[in-house]
């Protein structure tokens, strides 16, 4: 029997604990890339397990569902080798050569290193395997076709690698690849044409996607963000709500399970980067939406008055539905716990969409401190009702021009298919 001395022993056990440790860190690489690049929100539906799949998107063309992407070889990516994931982040094609859909943001993950793609996939498949069988997509014609999603892709897809410009600071090019790639914030915050590709010249300058509004991002000072400082964007990043916005809708959902998680230095890239965008007004906004609003003192006649019945107004539903929390006149609470609705980026937005949206869907993320709750009116209160109650909103704290009719407001609720229907 041939004998291992000490020396040879220690050094065995030395290399495998080295190994381990080397495992264990691309592992949380991986993690920590798969986290800034947001995967879990879309391939996970409610209620459902991470990664599996099934989540509904609702677009112009129809309804795509999101894809299992966990390891399970009959119903997931399982047997997908390193080529197969790869081709799909970087040319839009699955394993079997098709195009994928752009709903899938390959249009910005092409842009991502090989490495980060690989240390990606070592991460999902180091997860537990999850048996879903996803639902077919609902596409129109010509969409349904993966011959006119080729045609798409010679319009308006390149494939491309991130180059770090060398004229600029190694924290800009970090945040230039943390949102232009990984982040792929482009493909909610750009407006998009008739064909469903984004409008380069109005790059990052707002749009509408799936009923709530992905604000302008630009530097501009009144339709953007150029008034916030970089601390602002840090510390929007990193809990959802400053002074002068509070996250809601699929924004909420990236902080909590994204952005959140990232490195200072990387929320100061991202921050200092977006700071830098061309600022864009495409709709020549002359006010911010945070400069909106003033303190409501008229509601104190109502104060100790009997509801009305059959006959409910804006005021009332507010002082019954949002005063406990927001005040009575709008300035919410001391610690902004409960924001105020008074210089509101939602309340004061160019479009009512992100207003009615919150009223219906209520808000629900979680910090590193507590979480962030409002309940959701949609079951308790009718169309007609949430729109009488918008537009009181909008003529006391934000902009009185605007108003939303009870149609519109079935519309928006007809978007989110767990509050699709009325409470009646």
């Not at 290399?15 to 800034?36: I, N």
């Not at 409008?199 to 996607?209: F, M, P």
């Not at 007004?281 to 006010?287: D, F, L, Q, V």
């Not at 709008?330 to 008074?342: A, E, F, Q």
């Amino acid at each position: 029997m041939k004998t291992i001395s000490l020396i040879t022993l220690i050094t065995m056990i030395s290399t495998a604990t080295q190994a381990q440790s080397t495992a264990t860190d691309t592992l949380k690489r991986g993690e920590y890339l798969t986290r800034a690049a947001d995967c879990v929100v879309c391939h996970t539906m409610e209620g459902g397990k991470s990664f599996a799949g099934g989540r509904p998107f609702k677009t112009p063309i129809g309804t795509i569902y999101s894809t299992n992407i966990t390891a399970d070889q009959e119903t997931g990516i399982g047997n997908w080798s390193d080529e197969d994931f790869l081709r799909a982040l970087h040319e839009g094609k699955d394993r079997d050569g098709e195009n994928l859909y752009p709903a899938m943001p390959y249009t910005s993950y092409t842009l991502l290193t090989k490495e980060d793609v690989q240390l990606i996939k070592e991460y999902l498949f180091s997860l537990p395997p999850v048996e879903y069988n996803n639902k077919k997509n609902e596409i129109i014609f010509p969409f349904n076709s993966r011959i006119g999603i080729s045609v798409w892709n010679l319009i308006n897809f390149k494939n491309r690698r991130f180059k770090p410009d060398e004229k600029m600071k190694d924290t800009w090019n970090r945040g230039a690849y943390l949102v232009e790639a990984l982040g792929h914030c482009g493909e909610c915050h750009t407006p998009r044409n008739i064909l469903m590709g984004t409008k380069t010249k109005d790059r990052y300058a707002g749009a509408i996607l799936d009923g709530w509004y992905a604000f302008n991002i630009t530097d501009d000072k009144t339709a953007g963000i150029g008034s916030w400082s970089q601390k602002d964007i840090v510390e929007y990043l990193r809990h959802g709500a400053v002074e002068k916005a509070q996250a809601a809708g699929p924004m909420a959902e990236v902080i909590e399970h994204s952005t959140r998680y990232l490195t200072d230095t990387d929320l100061k890239a991202m921050a200092y980067y977006l700071s830098t965008i061309e600022g864009k007004n495409p709709n020549k906004e002359t006010r911010g939406r945070t400069s909106w609003g003033n303190p409501d003192q008229s509601v104190e006649i109502f104060r100790g008055e009997p509801f009305p019945v059959g006959n409910v107004d804006g005021v009332h539903l507010y002082l019954g539905n949002c005063a406990s929390c927001h005040n009575y006149n709008g300035v919410g609470s001391k610690n902004n716990y409960y924001p105020s609705l008074i210089h509101n980026s939602s309340v004061g937005a160019p479009v009512i969409n992100n207003l009615v949206m919150v009223i219906l869907n209520g808000v629900q993320r979680y910090t590193e401190e507590d979480e962030i709750f409002m309940p959701a009116f949609s079951k308790k209160l009718n169309d007609k009702e949430i729109s009488l109650l918008t537009n009181y909103i909008l003529q006391q704290f934000g902009r009185p021009q605007l108003s939303v009719t009870a149609e519109e407001v079935e519309k928006l609720r007809q978007l989110n298919p767990s509050i699709k229907s009325n409470y009646y």
